[in-house]
């Protein structure tokens, strides 16, 4: 009877301290993924290895933490921290909220690793009157921002796709004139289809920035600051990883 006393005594100790300590409860999250192929930045309906799980998969071996990807639809984006059973989301960047009190409770990483956004055209066409410029091509679910104004007017037509490799052949068919996907992903897929990598390039006539991916939570501030250190002490494996999956060089397009 004291034995059996005693292990229920152990048991209720065990169970205060998991209470008292989450550090001790099982370190298991749930990330909150785009559930498109965007190769090499992320594809996570496949086993293969991108930049982002390669990323993220080593800080949760450096800290034994457990990673599950849960590829979610693009359309309620805005609203996965909100409204999905989540930990954490990736990519995501405080600029593509419509309403910035969305994002007041948000707690965002460091940058990961910075990227060019803009308008890439076939080299061929680089000589093209700007007023020949008539169609645009995006994933469903992403928008060019920097066409805004012309897409509302009439003046550009918006061509999305699920598929950011029927996007591309698209470009490089001529069925339109260019398409508002991140570069690196573009030549990617130039490869794929035997083309060279410089068919396609940003045309810097047309608006164009760098911006950044983070990891973002409401839950789990505390880890985004063991993110943010392992970021810190890790730049050579940023580097690295940039090398491996052919991220374009940023540097080129700061103004």
């Known amino acids: 009877m004291k034995q059996k006393m005693k292990i229920n005594h152990y048991l209720i100790c065990y169970l205060l301290a998991l209470i008292s300590f989450p550090s001790l409860q099982a370190k298991e999250f749930i990330i909150g993924v785009e559930d498109v192929s965007y190769y090499p930045l992320y594809e996570f309906k496949s086993s293969r290895s ?15 933490y457990t990673f599950t990807y ?25 600029r593509w909220y419509s309403k910035t009190k969305t994002t007041a409770q948000f707690t965002f990483s460091e940058s990961t690793i910075k990227l060019v956004a803009g308008t890439s055209v076939l080299k061929s066409s680089l000589t093209k009157n700007k007023s020949e410029f008539n169609s645009i091509g995006t994933l469903l679910g992403f928008y060019p921002t920097h066409w805004i104004e012309q897409i509302k007017s009439g003046q550009v037509k ?15 068919a001529g069925h339109i004139d260019g398409i508002d996907i991140e570069p690196s992903v573009i030549r990617y897929y130039l490869e794929e289809l035997d083309k060279p ?9 047309y608006s164009y920035d760098v911006y950044d991916f983070h990891l973002s939570t409401i839950k ?19 580097e690295q990883l940039n090398k491996k999956y052919k991220i374009i060089d940023y540097r080129p397009y700061l103004k």
């Open 197 to 205: 990598s410089d068919t396609s390039i940003i045309d810097r006539r």
């Open 158 to 172: 918006l061509y999305e796709d699920v598929s950011t490799k029927i996007l591309v052949q698209q470009l490089v």
């Open 50 to 64: 991108t930049h982002s799980k390669e990323l993220l998969n080593a800080f949760a071996a450096a800290k034994g």
């Open 220 to 238: 789990h501030p505390e880890i985004i600051k063991e993110f943010n250190k392992f970021l810190s002490n890790n730049k050579a494996l940023l």
């Open 70 to 94: 849960l590829p979610l639809p693009v359309k309620r984006f805005e609203r996965w921290l909100l409204e999905e059973k989540i930990d954490f989301k990736y990519p995501d960047n405080s």
